[in-house]
């Protein structure tokens, strides 16, 4: 019986064996090197492409994508990247140098086929705000992976689909509890929200434009978007922090309201997973227009 028992325990372990050779192979050389512009591409990335994928990220987690400077290190970091994933529609106003010198490798545009706003003839780039425009990334960095690594495919849809399934799950959800504010207007310190609103039926009044940040408000701006919020009994002003935080607080004191914060998730949000905190954003949104 004993010898039994060792024989059956042998031919276990001869298995096992296989299997571990197998894994000890497939250290980061092996993985498909991918490089990404933005926090939520990032995410993306990772989720979809697994231990599959090595990722470099361009805009690391503590800068502000919308004045990001691309350098000759970030050039060299991509050289030898079989993709790089970007978000497209001037996000990243440095894609050309990106485009200059790095031949071999493929440039993934991940709005393609997306419902894009344009706004005074400005194309909105804040797509990820969408679970819907979200879910058209993933489809777009789903069909990259597999086209740059086939043999992976059934991974890679698999991760895909998914995904791809709790991100419809957290958007139906909302669009029920959603729908009792529906046409409620959105007052916001960066106008990075017109996808999310679009998603649920609200209107968008921000402080500042889709890509001027920097840019100073004035006090006439300031002026009629106070009025407006007093003529309109708006109290909240949902901020991303950072930059623009004076400007929601003056807003904020000017309309006796107050300032609650909300994620761009232009850089990553610490401590959560994207859809954590969209999740925190329709929570606040909900909360706060109810
Ligand atoms: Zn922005």
């Known amino acids: 019986m004993r010898k039994f028992l060792s024989k059956i325990l042998i031919l276990m372990t001869i298995p096992m064996l296989f299997v571990g050779c197998g894994k000890s192979t497939e250290n980061d050389g092996d993985k498909l090197k991918v490089a990404v512009s933005i926090s939520p591409l990032k995410e993306f990335t990772e989720i979809i492409g697994g231990d599959k994928v090595d990722i470099y990220t361009v805009v690391k987690e503590n800068m502000e994508p919308h004045d990001f400077d691309f350098s000759p290190s970030d050039k060299k970091a991509l050289s030898d990247r079989k993709l790089f994933i970007y978000n497209g529609l001037g996000m990243e106003g440095w894609l050309d140098q990106v485009k200059e010198g790095n031949k071999d490798t493929k440039l993934i545009d991940a709005s393609k086929n997306g419902n894009i706003i344009v706004d005074n003839g400005v194309e909105d780039p804040h797509i990820w705000l969408s679970l819907k425009e979200a879910t058209n990334e993933c489809n777009n960095i789903k069909d990259a992976l597999i086209e740059a690594d086939p043999e992976n495919r059934e991974y890679y849809e698999g991760n895909y689909n998914k995904y791809k399934q709790e991100l419809d799950l957290l958007f139906n959800e909302y669009s ?115």
Not at 177 to 203: P, W
Not at 220 to 225: G, P, R
Not at 229 to 257: H, M, P, R, V, Y
């Open 176 to 290: 029920q509890k959603l729908a009792s504010i529906k046409g409620k207007t959105f007052v916001t310190s960066h106008e990075a929200f017109a996808y999310l609103c679009r998603d649920y039926g609200l209107q968008q009044k921000a402080i500042k434009g889709i890509f001027d940040e920097e840019a100073e408000t004035t006090f006439k701006d300031m002026e009629s978007l106070a009025n407006y919020c007093k003529s309109e009994n708006i109290k909240i002003i949902f901020s991303e922090g950072s930059e623009s935080q004076k400007d929601s607080d003056t807003l904020a004191k000017a309309i006796n309201g107050k300032v609650v914060p909300i994620h761009t998730l232009e850089t990553k949000v610490e401590g959560k997973s994207y859809i954590e905190a969209m999740k925190d954003n329709y929570e606040k949104i909900y909360a706060e227009l109810k």
